[in-house]
């Protein structure tokens, strides 16, 4: 087995990772139901189809992560670094967002709704089919790239709440 792949398909919900080097590592379609991975680095890792509803990722590093799918409904991602993450169809709904820097992020397919994306940055971040119900975009930063690729609502939303960088 690959050193990286030991989180792969596991219950990780009670796990304290205060220890663990989590960069590059494989957590996909692993529960990790309320996790507390604060402030911590995790660039090029593994989440896909991972629960990781009502995780604090607050503050933490995610350059890079796939997050495909994702169950990360409730989550605190308040303040992290998701630069070029893929969150392709992930839920995240009421997740708090707020602070992020969501910077080349793919958020294709995503449910947002009720999500609170307050004071984000979303230049070229891409909402191809996101939902966008009830989101909150109070100054956000975004650029023509990111609002092109919004659907004419979230265009209407995002246009009335944030910032053209």
């Not at 947002?112 to 994306?117: D, H, M, W």
């Not at 971040?125 to 092109?148: K, M, R």
Request: aromatic share 8%; glycine share 6%; charged share 30%.
């Amino acid at each position: 087995m690959n050193p990286s792949d030991v989180f792969r398909k596991r219950n990780l919900s009670k796990v304290n990772f205060e220890y663990e080097e989590l960069i590059g590592r494989d957590f996909s379609d692993s529960n990790m139901r309320g996790v507390i991975l604060k402030n911590r680095d995790i660039h090029n890792a593994d989440l896909s189809c991972t629960d990781l509803s009502d995780a604090d990722l607050s503050g933490a590093i995610l350059f890079n992560v796939k997050l495909r799918g994702a169950d990360m409904r409730g989550a605190d991602l308040s303040n992290a670094k998701l630069w070029d993450a893929e969150l392709y169809g992930a839920d995240l709904r009421r997740a708090d967002i707020s602070g992020a820097d969501l910077f080349y992020a793919d958020l294709r397919s995503v449910d947002l709704s009720e999500a609170n994306l307050s004071g984000v940055n979303l230049r070229h971040t891409n909402f191809e089919g996101a939902i966008l119900e009830d989101a909150n975009f109070s100054n956000a930063n975004y650029d023509s790239h990111t609002i092109d690729t919004m659907s004419k609502d979230g265009k209407t939303k995002l246009k009335k709440q944030g910032n053209l960088w």
